[in-house]
């Protein structure tokens, strides 16, 4: 229970026996048997209508920055601070007239104006894999509950669209927060299994076999049918449920070329893989763009190792300008597809960096103060949302915290994130516990 | 009261006087009923609104806010009949609602108190209310069927004149279901002198001195022996003792409030007052003046901020005038003075009762909880401590520790105080549920313990599984592997009645059954090298070859669990001569080598202790460096050769707590200081009390590692979060595999007999309407997904296509791999352990689309059935249509075709008779990709 809007703890209001957060907070996942007839009747009888949303985007392409981003290198740099605050690179201007952006940013500070930056992202966790879940849940990591992450709460709210699956992370799950949390793993994400920038890219399994034609396929998938039918009917566990979804959804993919395509990037022409890059970035990203154009609800692409405790300069120098040159691609790409207005792009990282650079030439970690950016899906275009003080060390005006960062998101894909999901052990968790809707980001 | 109110009071009363004037004496009896019916519902401990107590002559004469409720003797003078007699629509008449009282039970209690008010001694009153009424017909009804009576504590001593302890009166009936009797009982002390009820409190009268409380009910009787001493003493307020609990029963010092590393709102408490010398100094010496003020106690911020007086970012806690304030203040106007140094310490918790079987929803039980302190005295401090339901939706508690039931099932609750945390069990069954016992095989003690608890909670059992069934699920289970069509056969023709118990038998005596077990132990053990980082640093190929070699070697001869864990953690030598050691490689932090090692074989996590004392658990920082302090002293040393590193006893060395910065005595988690030679191994002393009976969370852990791998759930589950906030769902049950285990000493394979046999492990996964929610309580088989190494030697042997891993010959199985960084895109895909963690979420069985993705167009199935020509070789052989099928439904699911599964393949072939292998093969392919291929039930 949040009794006051300044408190970030689970207070339990004493007057009135314990709340339910507390009890998440014991820690029972589970529970004592009985939990799915109770998940159930919850479902049906407790959970409270919400508000619904009409959708401003279809799609999200969430682009993480593992290690912690520079805020000072990047989107929020300080010109005028001294040289052990300002870093190893001079800012440049933008096309929002008085921005700055990070010296390797060359090609995003043309689309700055294309641009919605939140430069005073704030929150408590300094450490990569709470700072990650942060980023990835909206909630603060709890020793007790595992949250799902925004991709399989989109699963799960709105489910797969043109045989693809709903939930695609590239290239693969390397993030444990990019998981299904407390709820089923029907709502887990697809790994693509290899590197799009590899030689000779492919997803696997996407096709059946040569000599299986598609009359032997159907004959396949009818003799499957009927000796699964025994068991499916007979036994029942979550597990064999999960199953029979993927089973389906690998069907629709299967006898979809269309969708298929979508992880063929061969069929872009070289000169747009040149644009965007031939590194890893560039080739993720555009994988990314193919994917939300057939029909992919949410992508979770990793680029890069941004963690510079030491010599902060050749690290921005190797790989700052593949991310520069993706990803301003990416967006102009999208724009010129019509597709931006209904696409949102949202850069993030686990946290931010100290202000001054420190004896090896580095940042540490900072969670004072950050930056996020994000484009199109609804959002306002070349907006600086509250500002980080003279040094980047606090958030100067307009904090925003996590659990804003994803309830506005949820709300750009007309997901209310006050609606209720049961978790196991019948309890029903918050999309997003508090937070705001940035309305002030919005279009 | 307004003059206009009183001289109609007058009035009225004297005309109620002229009305009833009669002679006799007015009974207790009858004052009695009418107090009870209409004033005690209000005017009880649990409300006492108005602050007034109805409930003894001493509570009435007393009063409450408004003065003199009753004088004896002296009606006009008496609050009383003055509110009894105000008019109708007056806003102060009694009783508030449906009142005035008829003037005849009025003239009754104005007689009463002019006769001087007299009170049968020893009484106290009790509501008799509507819910009340119902509530005591109903238990009438099942009165008959009472068992047993008690009263709980069993036992009061009341140490000081502030000391007091609540009663609750339990009774247990013949269908094992309990009530809280309390309110119903008749409750007595049979020495007044002594001491005396407040409610259901028991206080000191005496300065010393012995009695005794009495309850009965249903022709049946309790007794509680009360001995007082220093009764009449007081005890002076402390800051730990009366304070400090304040805080963690309001939450002041949890960690999203002031107990925040960075404290909230300028002002910060230790994390669950784990720090009190700090907390002092910090509420007395900073900011001086405002959050203790000496001079107007009242206006001390920590009193205006919690009762509300003030915004509080964290809200109003608590009622000025409740205890907690009380105590707080009181602590103020004494001076905020810190304790002496020798304050008693809290030394354990108890709860009552600690068993209870409540009926139907909304049924109660007062849970309450006993304090001991170091200096022998005790406390009810069921006020003071927090509680929580882990299963709200079964039983839910209130803050002051009312148990109430909803839905059927088991739920613990969690009583917490000081640094304890005790559970009591709770169990709930429908109301007038009809069930009877049933009659379920007993087959050991591990069945015992499980039909006692679905007796419990009114399960019945599902029941046997078939043969069929039996022998695919001993083999998957036992030996990692799919039976063989001409195994099962044997099988199933065996007419031998103890067939089973032989079956297992002869798997236990495979090498498959040790290599199974190699690999779960390889898991926890992290055996893994860094070969996928280039195999240029740490831990090397060689030394995780070595490691897992020494391993198997060990389990192979059969050496019990304990030599081999003693053997593992105080093992010296180099990484490649003594490959023991290596175990001290994979993992270089020490906090983290003992947080491991805690984990791994007491099935206990130990991190939250690293900074603050656990919330949910025993075990506070002393316990976690205490422990630690074990492995201060592991040395090491480079040699010429990279992949041998030499571990050994270090002599010297110590662990720093992370508070006090102080060096830390080796003290076993949970257990003593024990005495150490200057010198001495500490890691040795630490393994022989680790892997022995003297700690009791060994054999438990162990138990319950092979139980979960068995039946699917832990008994504690999951297997490596064993506190006391996740009690085991069956404590009889691990207390008896435990004691089995220990008493075979460590001979895993006799436990796995016992298991094996038991009617618990053969029962059926077909559901019955009690069962089919239960997941815990063992009460039928789990459908259960095979692990990733065992479908993919599966898949080898059915499709008779060897599988080649690295390191391993051409037609080793995947459970052989000795390396947890040696895998393959179907090991991965299916979740097999990559070994980093020794977390037990690190085996996935987790369905996901590329699984379904691989099955269907990946090279594990379509190509092995074409590579493996297993169709091929049976048309070849001659055999026919209906032949093939049922080979191959026997190969994949252990059983044969039904009549509409046959039909669907022969049909298949007749629209295609030239193509005969072709359909068959698709059959194989659609039996592999079945979801019964891939679950053990």
Redesign the interface.
Known sequence: MK??K?????????????S?R??L????I?????????MLR?QAAEMPKVEAYAAMADSVIHIYLPGGMAQHESWDPKPFASPDYRGPYTPIKTSIPGEYVGEKFVNIAKIMNKLTIVRSMTH?EAAHERGTHNMFTGYRPS?AIKFPSYGSIISHEQGSRNNL?PYVVVPSQTIPDQGTGYMS??F?P??L?SDPADKGFAV??????KD?TTQ?FD??R???A???????T????D??G???S??Q???G??SSAKAREAFDLSKESDKVRDEYGRNTAGQRFLLARRLVEAGVRMVSVTFGGWDHHSNIKSAFDGQAPNFDQAFARLITDLQDRGMLKRTLVLVSSEFGRTPKINGTNGRDHWPRVFSVAMAGGGMKEGYIHGASDALGGEPDRDAVGPEDLAKTMYRVLGINAEKRIVSD???PVDIVNGGRIMTDWLA | MPARVLSFVFTSTLLALAAFASAAPVSFEEVRVILEGKCLECHNPDKTKGKLLMTSREAFLKGGESGTTLVAGDPVKSELLKRLNLPKDHEDIMPPKGGPLPAAEIDVLRRWVAEGATWTAGVTLVAKNKAKEEALADLKQKLPTLEKLEIFPESINLETKRDFHRLVVFATFKDATTRDVTAFANLRMSDEKVAKFDGYSVHAVADSGKTEVVAELGGQTARAPVAVKDGQKDRAISFRLDVMPVFLRATCNSGGCHGAARGKDGFRLSLFGMDPDGDYIRLTREMIGRRINLAIPEESAMVEKTTGAVPHSGNKLYDADSQYNKAILEWIANGAKDDPADIAKVTGIEVFPKQIVLEGKESTQQITVRATYSDGTDRDVTKLALFMSNNDPVAAISKDGVVKSAERGAAFMLARFNVFSVTAQVVVIPKGLVYERPKTAEVNYIDKAVNERLHRLRIVPSGVCTDEEFVRRVYIDVVGLYPKPEELKAFLEDKRPDKRPLLVEGLLQRKEFTELWVMKWAELLQIRSGINAGNNAPPFYKNALLYYNWLAAEIGKNVPINQIVIDLLSASGGTVSVPAVNYYQGELDRLKISENIAQVFMGMRLQCAQCHNHPFDRWTMNDYYGFNAFFAQIGRKNTDDPQEVIVFNSKGGETQHFLTKKNVKPKFLGGEEPELKPGEDRRRVMAEWLASPRNPFFARNIANLIWAHFVGVGVVDPVDDVRVSNPPSNLELLDELAQHLTDYKYDVRKLVRDITASAAYQRSTKTNDTNAGDKLNFARAQVRRVRAEVLLDAISQITETPNKFQGLPVGARAVQIADGAVSNYFLTTFGRSKRESVASTEVKTDPNLSQALHLMNGDAVNDRIRRGQVVEKMITAGKKDDEIIRELFLRVFGRLPSGVEMKSVTDAIATEPTNRQVVLEDAFWALMNSKEFYFNH
């Open positions: 009794l006051h300044h408190c970030q703890g689970n207070h339990p209001d004493t007057l009135s026996g314990l339910r507390d009890f907070q014991v820690g029972m589970g529970t004592m048997g009985f939990s799915l007839s109770h919850l408590g020793p699956p793993s029907a887990g697809f790994a299994g696997r399994d996407l096709q059946g076999p299986v032997r004959r396949r009818s003799m499957l009927a000796v699964d039918e025994h068991f499916r007979t036994e029942k566990s597990a064999i999960a199953m029979d993927f089973q959804a690998a069907y993919l299967v052990g019948g309890r």
